[in-house]
């Protein structure tokens, strides 16, 4: 510059358009008017209440299929005791009749014709219970239960991908 002329220095702006992954209202902006930004930089927040509601929603779903899952597997648990107890009272009836059967039979006066009738019919209500718990299990089995404990598993799955996906954004 020698100071006879006058320099005229040209600044250039560049409007950028700034588009978000997702919509929403702006919070809190982090920049102000024309200044300088670099790559990465934040430039502001979107409000995210609604987000966070959606995953405590999900999150709250997920808690809730789980409990449910974990209500179906103990009545699948509790209807398997019931089989176990009405198998050992069975086998414990049928024992008791062969014995006392064995003892009327050889003669014994121990034992009356009565006591093994009231012990043939104990054995006949015992392998009735029995089979009404097989039959109660097995319906659970592949009924409804297993088919509650699979699709809420399923919906467990899906609540706890929504979650992730929300807490990403």
Do not use: C
């Given at each position: 510059?020698?100071?006879?002329?006058?320099?005229?220095?040209?600044?250039?702006?560049?409007?950028?358009?700034?588009?978000?992954?997702?919509?929403g209202?702006?919070?809190?902006?982090y920049?102000?008017?024309?200044?300088?930004?670099?790559?990465?930089?934040?430039?502001?927040?979107?409000?995210?209440?609604?987000?966070?509601?959606?995953?405590?929603?999900?999150t709250?779903?997920?808690?809730?299929?789980?409990?449910?899952?974990?209500?179906?597997?103990?009545?699948?648990?509790?209807?398997?005791?019931?089989?176990?107890?009405?198998?050992?009272?069975?086998?414990?009836?049928?024992?008791?009749?062969?014995?006392?059967?064995?003892?009327?039979?050889?003669?014994?006066?121990?034992?009356?014709?009565?006591?093994?009738?009231r012990?043939?019919?104990?054995?006949?209500?015992?392998r009735?219970?029995?089979?009404?718990?097989?039959?109660?299990?097995?319906?659970m089995?592949?009924?409804?239960?297993?088919?509650?404990?699979?699709a809420?598993?399923?919906?467990?799955?899906?609540?706890?991908?929504?979650?992730?996906?929300?807490?990403?954004?």
């Open positions: 510059r020698d100071g006879s002329r006058p320099v005229w220095i040209a600044m250039l702006f560049r409007t950028i358009s700034i588009l978000p992954d997702r919509g209202r702006v919070a809190e902006v920049v102000g008017m024309n200044q300088h930004v670099t790559a990465g930089q934040p430039l502001f927040r979107l409000d995210s209440t609604e987000q966070e509601a959606a995953v405590q929603t999900a709250s779903r997920v808690v809730e299929v789980e409990a449910a899952i974990v209500v179906a597997e103990s009545e699948l648990a509790g209807a398997d005791a019931v089989i176990r107890q009405a198998q050992s009272a069975y086998q414990q009836a049928l024992d008791e009749l062969q014995t006392k059967e064995e003892l009327l039979a050889k003669g014994s006066g121990t034992v009356t014709e009565r006591e093994v009738e012990l043939r019919v104990a054995l006949d209500d015992a009735t219970k029995f089979i009404l718990a097989q039959q109660n299990f097995e319906k089995k592949r009924g409804s239960r297993i088919e509650e404990i699979e809420a598993r399923a919906k467990r799955d899906l609540a706890v991908a929504q979650v992730e996906a929300m807490q990403k954004k």
